[in-house]
T-cell receptor
Framework: EADIYQTPRYLVIGTGKKITLECSQT?????MYWYQQDPGMELHLIHY???????EKGDLSSESTVSRIRTEHFPLTLESARPSHTSQYLC??????????????FGNGTRLTVT | KQEVTQIPAALSVPEGENLVLNCSFT??????LQWFRQDPGKGLTSLLL?????REQTSGRLNASLDKSSGRSTLYIAASQPGDSATYLC???????????FGSGTQLTVLP
């Protein structure tokens, strides 16, 4: 049963539009992540946050931005969508662990198509 | 830079068979190794997490092992069922930021 919610599930949008992908979790987790996944490929980390007002870029270069104003909310924004942004975007969270050994919980993803 | 490989990319077995999925990683200095399941069009579900100090973890019909020295982990599924059909991904936590590096997964089909 999902405690991490992503909206919308599917989005088709034209080039140049600004979009925001929403992610919320009800578990009180400090850590949140955004991954990008193309079909049949591995996940790539694009942004992460270790708490309110903390955001970092991941390994994959991305033109998106994120914010973390509230613990439960971690939206991702694309200022100007392009066809190269077409992909599945997965949000995840994990609880704080001094040993960094907490499993990730994932939302069901947003499948974005930019025409 | 950590690289994670999963072979085979796809596997089809008859129901009831025991099977092993393989995961290899290039940097043995990992903090943990995680196995996930992904159903079509969905997010990932955490199956097992093996800490670097552990050799294996078990959950029901699933058993995951870790051999850091050889850079390998295996996921053993006993008595497979059609409901086990999904893509299984492994991910290694490493580096100063302890971020996860994912493999591209093994797509498992269990035939009734």
């Amino acid at each position: 049963e999902a405690d991490i919610y992503q909206t919308p599930r599917y989005l088709v949008i034209g080039t140049g539009k600004k979009i925001t992908l929403e992610c919320s979790q009800t578990m009180g987790h400090d850590k949140m992540y955004w991954y990008q996944q193309d079909p049949g490929m591995e996940l790539h980390l694009i942004h992460y946050s270790y708490g309110v007002n903390s955001t970092e870029k991941g390994d994959l270069s991305s033109e998106s931005t994120v914010s973390r104003i509230r613990t439960e909310h971690f939206p991702l924004t694309l200022e100007s969508a392009r066809p190269s942004h077409t992909s599945q975007y997965l949000c995840a969270s994990s609880e704080y662990s001094a040993s960094f050994n907490s499993p990730l919980h994932f939302g069901n993803g947003t499948r974005l198509t930019v025409t | 830079k950590q690289e994670v490989t999963q072979i085979p990319a796809a596997l089809s077995v008859p129901e009831g068979e025991n099977l092993v999925l393989n995961c290899s990683f290039t940097d043995s200095a990992i903090y943990n190794l995680q196995w996930f399941r992904q159903d079509p069009g969905k997010g990932l579900t955490s199956l097992l997490l093996i800490q670097s100090s552990q050799r294996e973890q078990t959950s029901g019909r699933l058993n995951a092992s870790l051999d850091k020295s050889s850079g390998r982990s295996t996921l053993y599924i006993a008595a497979s069922q059609p409901g086990d059909s999904a893509t299984y991904l492994c991910a290694a936590s490493s580096g100063s930021a302890r971020q996860l590096t994912f493999g591209s997964g093994t797509q498992l089909t269990v035939l009734p």
